[in-house]
């Protein structure tokens, strides 16, 4: 079983920046992959980022490529999203998540994920 525990949600100006965290605990695999999911109100949830574990390989929405950046610390076994340039658009729940195996093809489907994370709001204001 895999714990998934996210923080760094907050409020900002639009423009400004927040780096959101989720910390694992308890068992981890070789090969998995960590994603950000996000949910406005009304709205599907949506595929934000995913990094590879093993190599650090990320993959990035289309409406996020150049302001968002998804990263990994090994030793801490944490994964980062730093959100940068941040619009009214970016409000959302944010969530963490984790899928035990990989394929490209399938990598923005939020129901190939395993375990997923409680959720961290982030509002940015106009």
């Known amino acids: 079983q895999v714990q998934l525990v996210e923080s760094g949600g907050g409020l900002v100006q639009a423009g400004g920046s927040l780096r959101l965290s989720c910390a694992a605990s308890?068992?981890?695999?070789?090969?998995?992959?960590m994603g950000w999911f996000r949910q406005a109100p009304g709205k599907e949830r949506e595929f934000v980022a995913a990094?590879?574990?093993?190599?650090?390989?990320?993959y990035y929405a289309d409406s996020v490529k150049g302001r968002f950046t998804i990263s990994r610390d090994n030793a801490k076994n944490t994964v980062y999203l730093q959100m940068s340039s941040l619009k009214p658009e970016d409000t959302a729940v944010y969530y963490c998540?984790?899928?035990?195996?990989?394929?490209?093809?399938?990598?923005?489907?939020?129901?190939?994920?395993?375990?997923w994370g409680q959720g961290t709001q982030v509002t940015v204001s106009s």
């Open positions: 998540a984790q899928r035990l195996d990989f394929a490209i093809a399938t990598l923005q489907r939020n129901d190939r994920y395993d375990y």
């Open positions: 308890g068992r981890t695999f070789s090969s998995y992959v």
């Open positions: 990094i590879i574990w093993s190599d650090a390989h990320t």
